[in-house]
């Protein structure tokens, strides 16, 4: 087989989550919905703070993918006006979130989720009923 030829089979158009964005989005919309401002209404009360800054940052990602008008990364003043949670609380999460690498940062209190690791945490929220555990 010559390089362009498995170059054509390894190589892909877009990128994995545009790829699995229908799959991401009915996950997603169980637990959440996304205003056209970015807005993250949080379904299901029982999530734990870090469940919910988890779901800011994911919801946040995939609205970006779907309207380029809606930001992937995430402030803490935006986490607390969607969650209800103080801000040292967002920035303790989210710093956890970041160890885990479930989310990097380009500046101190703006977050954002990793494209690879949404899927598996939204599937976790399904598989669990998002309880606290």
Do not use: W
């Not at 205003?35 to 703070?49: P, Q, W």
């Not at 469940?51 to 992937?72: N, P, W, Y």
């Not at 103080?86 to 710093?95: E, K, L, S, V």
């Amino acid at each position: 087989m010559s390089i362009e030829e498995l170059k054509k089979k390894f190589i892909v158009e877009g990128d994995a989550i545009k790829a699995r964005l229908e799959l991401l989005v009915t996950k997603a919309v169980a637990q959440c919905q996304i205003g056209k401002d970015g807005h993250v209404l949080i379904h299901n009360s029982e999530l734990s703070g870090k469940q919910q800054v988890m779901l800011v940052l994911a919801a946040r990602l995939i609205g970006s993918e779907l309207d380029e008008k809606i930001a992937a990364e995430v402030s803490v003043g935006e986490i607390a006006k969607y969650t209800g949670l103080p801000p040292d609380q967002i920035r303790a999460r989210g710093n956890d979130l970041i160890k885990g690498k479930f989310a990097l940062s380009s500046k101190a209190g703006v977050y954002k989720a990793l494209p690879h690791k949404i899927e598996a945490f939204l599937e976790d929220l399904s598989d669990n009923k998002g309880a606290k555990g």
